[in-house]
C-alpha cells in the first residue's frame, strides 16, 4: 500500500490520519464503544424484526428506547470519550469526504485509523435518523399524531435500515483495500497503527455500565 503523505497541518487537524508503516498492534476502539456499536446492532435489529408483531410489541417499544439511550451515551461519549470515539476526530467536511471516494474509486483508498470520512457521516447519518425513528415511535405507541407519525416512523425505519446496508458494504470494501479485518477491531478494539497513535485506556468500568444500564432498562421496560 502507497503511504499516505502526512504533513503537519493534516497531522495536526486530523490526528487519526496516518501512515500505517510499521505493523504495531494498538488499541483504537475502547470498551464502551465497541459496547455501544454492538448494542446497537442488536437493539435495531431486534425492533426492526419485531415491528409487525402484536406479539412481540412490547418487546419492540423496548428496543426503540434502548436506541435513544444508547445514542444518547454515544452523544456524550462523543465529547468525553477516547480520542477516536469523539466527533471532533471524525468532522470532516464535504471536501474531505470526496477526497475519501476519489482515493477509494483509485484503488488506493488514504487509510485512517479511525472513521474515514465517507463512514463519518454514516455514523451521523445512523445517530441522526435513530434519534427520528425513536421519537416517532414514541409518538406512534402514544398515538400521537394520528397515522401520519406511524408512517414516517417506518420510512425512516428503512432509510436507517438502508444506511446500514450501507455500512456494512463499506466496511466489506475497506477491509478489503486496506487487508484488514474491521469486523474484529470492532470486537477486540485493536488495529495495526504506530505505536504512539493508540488509546491508552480502554475504559473497561464504562463498559460494563453501558452493558449492565441496557439490560436493567430492558428489564424495566418489559
Not at 510499521?22 to 446492532?41: G, K, Q, S, Y
Not at 483509485?106 to 455514523?123: E, K, R
Not at 436507517?160 to 458494504?169: E, K, P
Not at 485493536?190 to 463498559?207: I, N, S
Amino acid at each position: 500500500m502507497r503511504p499516505l503523505p502526512i504533513t503537519p497541518r493534516t497531522r495536526h487537524t486530523y490526528p487519526q490520519m496516518k501512515e500505517v508503516t510499521m505493523a504495531t498492534r494498538i488499541l483504537v476502539w475502547d470498551i464502551p464503544t465497541r459496547v455501544f456499536h454492538w448494542l446497537l446492532v442488536g437493539s435495531f435489529t431486534g425492533a426492526f424484526v419485531t415491528a409487525e408483531s402484536e406479539m412481540f410489541r412490547d418487546a419492540h417499544v423496548a428496543l426503540g428506547y434502548l436506541v435513544l439511550a444508547l445514542i444518547g451515551f454515544r452523544v456524550v461519549w462523543g465529547v468525553i470519550g477516547t480520542r477516536y470515539a469523539r466527533f471532533s476526530a471524525f468532522a470532516f467536511g464535504p471536501s474531505r469526504v470526496l477526497a475519501y471516494l476519489k482515493s477509494l474509486l483509485s484503488g488506493s483508498p488514504q487509510h485512517y485509523l479511525g472513521y474515514n470520512p465517507a463512514g463519518s457521516w454514516v455514523i451521523y447519518g445512523l445517530l441522526l435518523l435513530g434519534v427520528l425513528a425513536g421519537a416517532t415511535g414514541y409518538a406512534t405507541y402514544e398515538e400521537i399524531g394520528g397515522e401520519w407519525f406511524e408512517e414516517l416512523h417506518e420510512a425512516v425505519s428503512h432509510g436507517m435500515l438502508m444506511l446500514v446496508g450501507v455500512h456494512v458494504a463499506g466496511v466489506v470494501v475497506s477491509s478489503l483495500l486496506h487487508r484488514e479485518n474491521l469486523v474484529k477491531s470492532m470486537i477486540d478494539g485493536y488495529k495495526q497503527g504506530e505505536a504512539d497513535q493508540g488509546v491508552r485506556y480502554a475504559h473497561w468500568l464504562m463498559g460494563a455500565g453501558l452493558l449492565a444500564g441496557a439490560l436493567v432498562l430492558l428489564g424495566v421496560i418489559l
